[in-house]
Antibody, heavy 119, light 108 residues
Framework: QVQLVESGGGFVKPGGSLRVSCEVS????????MSWIRQAPGKGLEWVAY????????YYTDSVKGRFTISRDNTKNSLHLQMNSLRDEDTAVYYC????????????WGPGTLLTVSS | EIVMTQSPATLSVSLGERVTLSCRAS??????LAWYQQKPGQAPRLLIS???TRATGIPARFSGSGSATEFTLTISNLQSEDFAIYYC??????????FGQGTKLEIK
């Protein structure tokens, strides 16, 4: 069955860095586009970053451009988000999500990993 | 950027009732619209894609309709497990993919 499991969340001071990862199983990882989506405490959902099947096409939401880097390793069925220059407003649960096979809704999600940025 | 607006923010309903949630896009998204359900402490779950196609395993009491800028999610015969937050999302014009702010369904 399709499974996505994030890891790597934690507590970081403003200006710090952290890398979160998502291990997937139960499907052909290199057949799917992937995204990171975040949710600040008590808030709604915000798409953060997208990566194509082979990693050649990447997009970011404006607020993280130049600070976050999405990547994937298709040999290890893993997705990553390197986050630098972290700010208080980056505090959120970070979800990895699989895009639908034929369109860009998100058909599978991991349980999420919490990043807290605070001094 | 396409702005998605959901209404109402909160809806209080009773078990067994039928409820309609609304989602409006700031410009046409054709039928590239998805609905998600999120329960406390859980990840969102896809309910509807293509404005009206139920995802695998989603009960028939969930139905979606609409096109262009106006969309609705209707839940018939509300069950206890349906009380959650519902989000709409457009995937017609991206990046960015954008979500509505959510509608919270509460038990009356």
């Amino acid at each position: 069955q399709v499974q996505l499991v994030e890891s790597g969340g934690g507590f970081v001071k403003p200006g710090g860095s952290l890398r979160v990862s998502c291990e997937v199983s139960g499907f052909m990882f290199n057949d799917y586009f992937m995204s990171w989506i975040r949710q600040a405490p008590g808030k709604g959902l915000e798409w953060v970053a997208y990566i194509s099947r082979d990693g050649s096409t990447i997009y970011y939401t404006d607020s993280v451009k130049g600070r976050f880097t999405i990547s994937r390793d298709n040999t290890k069925n893993s997705l990553h988000l390197q986050m630098n220059s972290l700010r208080d407003e980056d505090t959120a649960v970070y979800y990895c999500a699989r895009h639908g096979a034929i369109n860009d809704y998100f058909d599978s999600w991991g349980p999420g990993t919490l990043l807290t940025v605070s001094s | 950027e396409i702005v998605m607006t959901q209404s109402p923010a909160t809806l209080s309903v009773s078990l067994g009732e039928r409820v309609t949630l609304s989602c409006r896009a700031s410009q046409s998204v054709t039928t590239n619209l998805a609905w998600y359900q999120q329960k406390p402490g859980q990840a969102p779950r896809l309910l509807i894609s293509g404005a009206s196609t139920r995802a695998t395993g989603i009960p028939a009491r969930f139905s979606g309709s609409g096109s262009a800028t106006e969309f609705t999610l209707t839940i018939s015969n509300l069950q206890s497990e349906d009380f959650a937050i519902y989000y709409c999302q457009q995937y017609n014009d991206w990046p960015p993919y954008t979500f509505g702010q959510g509608t919270k369904l509460e038990i009356k």
